[in-house]
């Protein structure tokens, strides 16, 4: 690898080999599944992981933004005031995510929980906006329908469907 990518590593040892699945995971969620930089929220990353891990994969985001491997940057929000849009996160390089031979290989390993991660969060975006989500996901606003009995479901207190886990068989 490069410099960039030899920094990645010395500076992977600086936050140690225990952090190494918080680093990933955070470099798994600024990775498009077509193997591009991706910008996330603080908030946004940090919700990935559970309370207990939060506080240190903090940490380790503001390591890896120290370290210069990620950059950090104020979204200009037209309805926020100045210095007070959302912070956002993405991977400082394109070359690393090419030139990183550890990235490269996670990318690798993750491939198809990326499409999966990239389809959810188009789809949540889709809902949060109102427009009609893929057909798993239910109806994108609650509408009346019938309950049991063709008793009618007022709107608003539908309930989006989930649907049933497939089991693989192979």
């Known amino acids: 690898g490069g410099a960039l990518a030899q920094h990645a590593e010395r500076t992977l040892e600086g936050i140690g080999h225990e952090r190494l699945p918080l680093v990933r995971e955070l470099f798994r969620n600024l990775v498009t599944a077509q193997a591009t930089r991706a910008t996330r ?31 950090s940057f104020e979204e ?49 975006q889709l809902w949060q906006e109102g427009a009609a989500p893929p057909s798993c996901c239910g109806p994108a606003r609650p509408t009346s329908s019938s309950g049991p009995g063709g008793r009618a479901i007022p709107a608003g207190s539908a309930r989006p469907r989930v649907p049933s886990p497939r089991r693989w068989s192979p």
Do not use: K, Y
Not at 50 to 57: C, K, L, P
Not at 98 to 117: K, S
């Open 41 to 71: 929220t603080f908030d946004e990353l940090l919700s990935v992981f559970d309370a207990g891990h939060r506080e240190e994969a903090s940490l380790v985001l503001r390591a890896l933004t120290d370290a210069r491997l990620l950059t």
């Open 76 to 124: 200009d929000a037209p309805e926020a005031a100045a210095g007070q849009g959302p912070r956002r996160v993405e991977i400082v390089h394109e070359s690393l995510l090419r030139e990183w031979p550890r990235l490269v290989r996670w990318q690798a390993q993750d491939a198809d929980a990326a499409r999966l991660r990239d389809q959810l969060r188009q789809a949540a």
